[in-house]
């Protein structure tokens, strides 16, 4: 597989030259800079094609050409948006860009409650923590019926942090959920909003009604819209599975499980309708056996995130090791390199460690965390191609 690295443009600390210099062979990044919605300029593309390509490295996928809210929840406008998202696909294509992450998960992007979560050895990682996520949702941002959504014992909890939460506490909430894993890719929450419970709960508000059927019939629309600039132009687009694979916020989840990617192929069965297989969202969902699905669907993948999590028995998750967790990284990277092996591929919430914590860079990517996930992938993909070559596997 291609070592690539989800890289921010040319404002993030991580230069291209560092990337370079630790074995990365392509780069993942997005046009950071235009809104949501708008047109990507065939320029812009070329621009940012060419900057890295004078830096030894490929721009290898677009991560994430955003689908706007419009177009999930089925909009007044959601045709004119298609018609920009279709251009800027052209645009891509035209500049030999032609892999295209993207998602279909309403509102949030991926849900974290902790984001420097400690470990035993000194480093932290990302942390998902159900109490913690129900508080949220039923005494800061008080959806309507929430309380319902929950195990009687996950409320008992959520009373029990009721009598002990500070300002500060719930405020490091809101950061931590809406915010921090949010404004950075270019979200629907900015880092500078005043008022961002506020834009939450708007946001929120343009799903009501939207049931899982509904939402799966607006992906299956917005799918058979673009597919014929993805034929003209040999680009993939290829789906990120819900992160956490899980019921939130009331919101209807499509991606999840096994049976939300078959459904996702066959609806539009088109060959540039592929997956990102992100064996970390995956693997939080206690549901899912990550190495059958790689199996089942390798043919279909186009891009694949390297991670783990480790799922607890009250239902917390939290980032493992790449070399540890449920997902059986080891095992995928023996499916992929023997069923799919140009695929590209990154590692992905690798902890902070060695000083990572005090740099500022986004939450989930640190350098030196990835730095050294990227080196044990090195190393597996080695010994798997060995295997390979010596018919072992």
Not at 59 to 67: A, F, T
Not at 175 to 182: L, S
Not at 206 to 228: C, D, H, K, W
Not at 343 to 365: I, Q
């Amino acid at each position: 597989m291609e070592k690539t690295w989800r890289w921010f443009g040319k404002k993030d600390k991580i230069t291209l030259s560092m990337l370079r210099q630790i074995g990365v062979e392509g780069i993942v990044t997005a046009l950071h800079d235009i809104p949501n919605g708008q047109v990507w300029p065939y320029d812009a593309v070329v621009e940012m094609r060419d900057y890295i390509a004078a830096a030894g490295l490929r721009w290898s996928v677009v991560e994430s050409l955003p689908v706007c809210e419009s177009i999930k929840y089925g909009g007044a406008d959601r045709d004119r948006l298609i018609e920009n998202y279709i251009e800027s696909l052209a645009h891509l294509g035209q500049a030999g860009v032609k892999t295209v992450c993207y998602n279909f998960m309403p509102v949030l992007d991926w849900a974290r409650t902790d984001l420097e979560h400690p470990n035993p050895d000194g480093t932290s990682s990302l942390y998902f923590d159900r109490a913690d996520f129900a508080y949220f949702d039923c005494c800061i941002l008080k959806r309507k019926g929430a309380e319902a959504d929950y195990a009687p014992e996950t409320m008992e909890q959520v009373e029990r942090k009721r009598k002990t939460m500070t300002p500060e506490g719930e405020h490091k909430l809101v950061e931590n959920i809406i915010i921090k894993t949010q404004g950075f890719v270019n979200g629907n929450i900015r880092e500078d909003d005043e008022r961002p419970v506020e834009v939450f709960r708007g946001l929120l508000g343009l799903y009501e009604g939207i049931t899982r059927e509904q939402l799966r019939e607006n992906l299956r629309y917005f799918l058979s819209a673009v597919m014929p600039v993805c034929d003209r132009y040999g680009v993939d687009l290829c789906v990120h599975p819900d992160d956490p694979p899980l019921q939130i916020l009331g919101l209807p989840r499509i991606v999840s499980c096994d049976d939300d990617i078959r459904w996702l192929l066959e609806a539009v069965d088109n060959p540039h309708n592929g997956l990102t297989f992100c064996a970390g969202s995956l693997s939080a969902g206690a549901h899912n056996d990550v190495p059958r699905l790689a199996r089942k669907y390798a043919s279909r993948t186009k891009f694949v995130h390297l991670r783990s999590t480790d799922v607890l028995p009250n239902g917390d998750f939290k980032e493992a090791s790449h070399l540890a967790g449920r997902a059986g990284i080891i095992d995928l990277v023996r499916i992929f390199e023997k069923e799919n092996p140009a695929l590209p591929m990154r590692v992905d919430h690798a902890p902070l460690m060695l000083g990572d914590e005090k740099m500022g860079y986004n939450a989930g990517y640190s350098f030196h965390g990835r730095m050294l996930a990227l080196g044990q992938m090195e190393g597996v993909m080695a010994v798997v191609d060995r295997e390979i070559a010596e018919g072992k596997i």
